[in-house]
């Protein structure tokens, strides 16, 4: 792991060289004020996206990092790997995102303020989307590898999506999910392991992990309006992306619970469905978030993700693995792939729908923003251009995921062996309890450290 | 569970037919700020409701949820339940406060904001509360039925209490607390299981069990001040509702570990107690938590609900399993019904006190809305109202809970046998861990399923 | 724990006697409002400060609390005396710090609003990471008995820090962390036990009780940038400390990474290391957070904070505790000892080298308070101060602890022996699962209860 310290020392030199406190956070910030006619403090872009930006961070190192830990010995890589590729990441992010977008004309440096903290935590985002698709395959190292490449690529299309084709996605349906998705799925499909399936006996659950898990769960679930919503327009824009999540979010829940149950045998609920499908909503919700897409229309793009992501799960993955040779520990591609793509679809309709009767003159700008270079654009060429933006977030993800698969089979990294794989033994210090007091769970680890003998 | 899937079929329907977003969510608000003459987007409502919606909205989910987590094997339906019910609830909660409260003249039409799922999540509250009566004891079914009814209840109660008695009850204590307490113990009476006790061994928690029961308690403890203070008038009565619950349940921790101790056979604390006595003093001091209570009366409020509370969970709750056949899993008698009935008359009495000079004159007519129909209402006047509204609220509980636990009784919703209460065998898929690494794991769960094919 | 009983009913008193609302929290804000010519309700401090206070609550409760939670059988003291003792030290820090800072002089009376919980919770965090150093070992009327003098201690030396001195402290590195930690290991150092490392087997953590204390590690982390930031200056202070924080904390993450796997046999990764050493760059950033400490400055502080509380859990606190005779449960001193030392010198450094240059005339006396008795100061001079500031933070920690260390050994307080330190079955009632269904469990127990038998 001394890439870590490798990485981190080349942190401080970039950001020594490139880094600095846009207007709202410098010093300077009185002398702003009466320059550009600021009256209140409260004006500060702070108080206006700090909360949203909190329940963001919550779902970034909380949300992700528990919803993984619901295998039965892989809880504190789930968690710990978790938290180090975010705290990496967004480190990462905030160059790579500053050099596309926010570079101060005047002094070639980037100006950074809490939008750009929002930004980062949403790039990490798509970073442990993938990594939910190799999820204890993979080592610590090539993580760190994958995080690297990963969030210059995201840089990238987020780039090409939002500021060359200039398309709409307040909550990143397609260049967070999608992308991070196909992304975590390409490189899973080249690290394929052919006899995982016979040597693991560790890759499932324990029911306490599973009640971890739905910490997870449920802290995704409830911030995802603010997930939605943390980067939009203020006003109403903002107000509109957190009530149609919150509503898409709801029908899913539903939904998932009837698929689990209707189509399992014995017509049991399955926790797997429960901790994964029930956010579908908030991911196929999040590109159209702040357009008028209607109460009853959240709730119809809840009702059908939270349906497809739960028959994915009982029909699609297994398939995936047989057939297609992807190995999808999470299955992110029913959370986050399918579910992505459909909330671009949503996205290009609902925009190329849009009415000057529904919007206002003035909404109709403001949401789509038809400024500047874009003011010709009306609502039909913006629905061509968002569809074409989803287009480039799948490609994107997967021709990246493809290539930084490939550099992360190189036999570099120490990957474990197939016995290892959901194994936290191989990376971490896990309690023996030789000395405890419980004979059983001393009896159990001994037999656990014979296993390891034979193997 | 196709029930899920049709009742969300409904609100899709519902939805479209009446609900809409209001003008502080609409895309015409640039419209309505010049119409209006509203300066800044800071005074959209979000600004003001989101943060505390938010916490409200993880006391629905990951408070109650993982609160009820505390039994040995019935974690998966503590917190998947409550989820389903809770995402159920909100939209029919939605609807039905919509008709009785938000309905826009000009077009008929529900208008909604961040308000609206302020009142959503409390409604929901309600149905929680009463879940925890019969928690472990009815089928997901009957849950969905009973909530379906209740918020249909909840709303008419609400309209009563709120608008036409025009009583004031900022954090729900009679409105919520005391009637979703007096519902759910009235419909646990009318199921009343005789032969429960001895047959099942599985009403009782594990360690870890315990543990995440607390983070329950913690979450709802703590955002507990933004539960009173959510839907209160901006400026001092939201920043009063605050702190007078932010101390009042200061004071209930330590006169319930001081019971818990005192009470107890050995000295020793009881974790049943400090997981839910110690949130008693937020339920009391919601109908007043806007009111001039001063920092010492909430101290009192919190002083005795703690001891009451726990109390009741010594002597109360045996009691009232062997004589009044009423079993209460939670003991949601003890941490909702005693406090909420307490907070209403700590209601009326400080209603009836309050004084011009206390107040201020334009204080007295914010805090109790002494305005429109209600100018020529006097504090004492209100008191009396308060004290009915309270009367109103478990009245409609009781009553409410009698219908619809006769309804629940029907044969029709596959409740479970009473060997299989408190079991999430019987709707969960619960991980069988057979090819475990662990073999006293596997032993465990060999001995399970043969017990269970014994019986 | 009648103890309880006594102090919370004095409270009540005293809170009658010394504690009102302030203007903004009266209900003759109306009136305020006119006299102060406050345009709109936002203006209330509410508004700007009540979303970092709840931040910092969840830190303090479910962070502290959680974090704690990792010993494998004192899960329920860590979290339930976190609890007490945190309810308790808010209601005597609001007292404590109402009397040095928040007399109204026109009547004498404390006026509190939220700024004053903040500031309440921040005292008890000292109280809590005093809580670290004795996990385990001391009874909870020791706990109560220490809170009580800590915070009395804690309400002098702020008001000498930030009052007399006027340094800056904005996330309390001095005030709080060094303070806190100093206090603790002298308690700590007094109450040393010989013989503890030999008869205790239960000081050690399973699976599962890291997991649960990373949930408090994470809500720590994340909401880190609150808590140095809440009480800071409005506008450009408030988000500079909260970005600063932010950048620190993700150094610390990977430089933690590093040394745990790097300077550990096998070179496997600690849990307590990544439970606590990714936190010290919080604690360390917390005095500069307000300053113009610069992006990459903080990432210099987060990394080298990493990097010596990782190295200090691998070697200082065993060798503290074999020839210093310091007994440190949760290693505080690594965590809060020297990264509060770090801060302190950080700060000193920080504000020595202030210039108008960086920071804008205004920007300097705004964010150094160079206003009324201290308008001449200089940085130059104000850099002395911080570094006797964290001196005194420092000595009365120690001297301090010594002291309460002495009262706490009066044979008075029912504390543990030695063989009943960190088992939670002296002060708690622990399900015994005798009727579990589980036999393996039951045979656990069993045990468990024969090896009492025989001590």
Redesign the interface.
Same mark, same amino acid.
């Given at each position: 792991?001394?890439?870590?310290?490798v990485?981190?020392?080349a942190?401080?030199?970039l950001?020594?060289a490139f880094?600095?406190?846009n207007k709202?956070?410098?010093?300077?910030?009185?002398?702003t004020?009466i320059h550009e006619n600021i009256t209140?403090?409260?004006?500060?872009?702070?108080?206006?996206r700090?909360?949203?930006f @909190?329940?963001v961070?919550?779902m970034i190192?909380?949300g992700f990092?528990?919803l993984m830990?619901f295998m $039965?010995?892989y809880?504190?890589g789930a968690?710990?790997f978790n938290?180090?590729i975010a705290?990496?990441g967004?480190?990462w992010a905030l160059l790579m995102q500053g050099w596309f977008h926010h570079i101060d004309s005047t002094d070639g440096m980037i100006k950074?303020?809490?939008e750009n903290?929002i930004n980062a935590d949403f790039c990490v985002a798509s970073c442990l989307i993938a990594f939910g698709a190799v999820l204890g395959k993979v080592s610590?190292v090539q993580l760190m590898v994958m995080t690297l490449f990963e969030v210059t690529l995201f840089a990238v299309e987020e780039y090409i999506i939002l500021n060359l084709i200039h398309a709409n996605d307040a909550g990143g349906s397609m260049v967070i999910h999608a992308f991070g998705a196909y992304f975590g799925l390409a490189v899973s499909w080249v690290l394929y392991r052919p006899n995982l399936k016979e040597s693991s006996?560790?890759n499932?659950?324990?029911?306490?992990?599973?009640?971890?898990a739905?910490?997870g769960t449920?802290?995704l679930?409830?911030?995802w309006?603010?997930f939605n919503s943390a980067i939009c327009k203020?006003?109403?824009g @903002?107000?509109?992306a957190?009530?149609n999540t919150?509503?898409s979010?709801?029908?899913t829940?539903?939904?998932t619970?009837?698929?689990?149950?209707?189509f @399992?045998k014995?017509? $049991?609920?399955?926790?797997v469905h429960?901790q994964n499908s029930?956010l579908a909503g908030g991911v196929a919700v999040g590109t159209a978030a702040e357009f008028?897409l209607?109460?009853?229309g959240s709730?119809?793009v809840g009702?059908f993700c939270g349906l497809i992501s739960t028959l994915g799960y009982i029909y699609l993955t297994p398939f995936m693995e047989r057939k297609l040779k992807i190995q999808d520990t999470c299955g992110i591609h029913n959370l986050h792939g399918m579910p992505g793509v459909i909330g671009g679809i949503v996205g290009a309709i609902s925009a190329a729908g849009a009415t000057e009767s529904?919007?206002?003159q @003035?909404?109709?700008i403001?949401?789509f923003v038809f400024k500047d270079d874009f003011k010709h654009r009306t609502p039909a060429v913006q629905g061509g251009y968002q569809a074409a933006a989803m287009c480039i977030a799948v490609s994107f993800g997967i021709g990246g995921g493809i290539l930084v698969g490939l550099i992360l089979r190189m036999p570099l990294w120490g990957d474990p062996t197939d016995d290892n794989c959901f194994d936290d033994e191989v990376?971490?210090?896990?309690?023996e309890?030789e000395?405890?007091?419980?004979?059983?769970?001393q009896?159990?680890n001994h037999?656990?450290v014979n296993?390891h003998a034979e193997v």
């Open positions: 792991m001394a890439v870590c310290f990485w981190q020392t942190m401080v030199i950001f020594g880094v600095r406190y709202e956070v410098d010093a300077h910030w009185p002398e004020k209140s403090d409260i004006e500060n872009d702070f108080y206006f700090y909360p949203s @909190q329940d961070h919550v190192f909380v990092g528990f830990t $039965k010995r809880s504190f968690v710990g938290f180090l705290a990496f967004i480190q950074i303020g809490v903290l610590p006996q560790l499932g659950s324990v029911y306490h992990s599973d009640v971890f739905m910490i449920l802290f679930w409830m911030f309006p603010s203020h006003g109403d @903002q107000h509109r957190a009530i919150y509503l979010l709801a029908a829940v539903l939904t619970f009837a698929i689990s149950s209707l @399992q014995h017509g $049991k609920l399955d926790m429960i029930t008028m209607m109460p009853y709730l119809i009702f529904v919007y206002g @003035q909404g109709l403001n949401t990376y971490w210090e896990v309690p309890e000395d405890s007091a419980d004979p059983v769970l009896y159990n037999t656990v296993k």
